[in-house]
């Protein structure tokens, strides 16, 4: 069976650059075009495509609502993005908002046939820049350089662990009651059984173990 495809390009010259690069493929069929993004749903209710190659030339926030009403109206075809723009934001939007490929204009040639057959095979294509802006993207907002942390029970009330977090925090006393709602001599009785429990004697030492022993307490 040939994979169908419907295509969204606004550039003439680049349509037709598109539709040529599909029909040299056998196992391409090019069902749709999209030359009026006002009426895209009407013009394509009757088709059932595998693979719609999307144009980014219009707003980002346009892409995305037609991203949304294509997976909506067609949740077996899956959604490409051809554009110009390599900027990280546009690149998250219309993933997040439900594309699986992506590539570039100028890379049409190298990449757009093995872009099609890897995400009708179940898989999912970016373009190298593209792999590298949305690596960027992850290690800027998801990675954490990795952390040991000490699970040792002090056996701590909840208001003691709030205290010592604020005290680690590097608040004073007074800070600390006025952060917690509490009164000074609630806090003293507080820091009394603290230094007990955690076998410490004063407030540097104590936060110097919390540091020391790398204790996280909110």
């Known amino acids: 069976m040939p994979i ?8 003439k010259n680049l349509r037709h650059e598109i539709i040529r690069l599909l029909s040299a493929e056998a196992s391409f069929a090019l069902i749709g075009k999209i030359e009026d993004p ?3 749903i009407s013009n394509l209710r009757s088709k059932e495509p595998d693979i719609i190659i999307l144009d980014l030339t219009s707003s980002t926030s346009t892409i995305c609502h037609m991203i949304n009403l294509l997976n909506q109206r067609m949740p077996n ?3 490409l993005i051809q554009s110009a723009s390599h900027i990280e934001s546009d690149i998250k939007k219309v993933i997040q908002a439900g594309a699986v490929g992506y590539i570039l204009k100028h890379e049409l040639r190298t990449y757009l046939v093995k872009a099609i057959n890897d995400i009708f095979n179940g898989g999912a294509f970016m373009s190298p820049l593209i ?3 949305v690596l960027n993207l992850l290690q800027k907002e998801t990675c954490q350089p990795l952390k040991y942390i000490n699970t040792t029970d002090y056996k701590l009330t909840k208001k003691e662990q709030q205290i010592v977090g604020c005290f680690a925090q590097g ?3 007074e800070s600390t009651c006025f952060t917690l709602n509490i009164q000074y001599n609630t ?7 603290i230094y007990k429990k955690m076998n410490v004697g004063s407030l540097t030492e104590l936060v110097s173990k919390v540091h020391r022993e790398n204790l996280h307490y909110s």
Do not use: V
């Open 4 to 11: 169908n495809i419907i295509i969204f390009e606004l550039n």
């Open 131 to 133: 792999t590298r802006k």
């Open 38 to 40: 006002d009426h895209y």
């Open 77 to 79: 075809a899956k959604i």
């Open 171 to 173: 608040q004073g006393y």
């Open 187 to 193: 806090a003293r009785k507080h820091i009394s059984n």
